[in-house]
């Protein structure tokens, strides 16, 4: 495998390019999770966004697809994986429950549009909903 991105936090799994969508209701009707899944067997690598909210947040709120530049996209996931990953390095200062994995994202590595999307995306809605910020600059939908 010459690209295997993998991360899984609890709210939060990276590993990349088509997009299903899936809500698990519990017994009494009540949502659970959304889960976003994007795969490229090609690249040999996937990611898995299971948050429940992100979906409704993503179609209601996020800006559409096209709105950024993949460079933007890239550029962003890069500061926001590298603070994400400082984080989890340093759980006696950060709430290792936000931060319970390592992700794993390859600079040099070719997502595409979508995944680098979707990626972005999830860093924004996280940031708004656990009243975080990764970088210098107040995150915004």
């Given at each position: 495998m010459k690209n295997l991105l993998y991360v899984f936090t609890?709210?939060?799994i990276i590993i990349g390019c088509s997009t299903t969508s899936k809500t698990v209701p519990t017994t009494d009707n009540t949502k659970v999770s959304d889960?976003?899944?994007i795969a490229n067997e090609e690249l040999e690598y996937e990611v898995i966004i299971i948050d429940g909210g992100f979906?409704?947040?993503l179609n209601s709120v996020a800006k559409p697809?096209?709105?950024y530049t993949e460079n933007y996209l890239e550029s962003r996931n890069q500061i926001y994986v590298s603070e994400w990953n400082r984080r989890f390095l340093q759980p006696q200062q950060y709430d290792s429950r936000l931060y319970e994995m390592q992700i794993?994202?390859?600079n040099n590595t070719k997502y595409g549009y979508e995944v680098n999307y979707l990626?972005?995306?999830y860093f924004i809605y996280f940031q708004i909903t656990n009243k975080q910020q990764l970088a210098g600059f107040v995150p915004r939908p």
């Open positions: 609890l709210l939060f889960t976003i899944r979906t409704s947040w697809r096209g709105y794993n994202y390859d990626i972005y995306n």
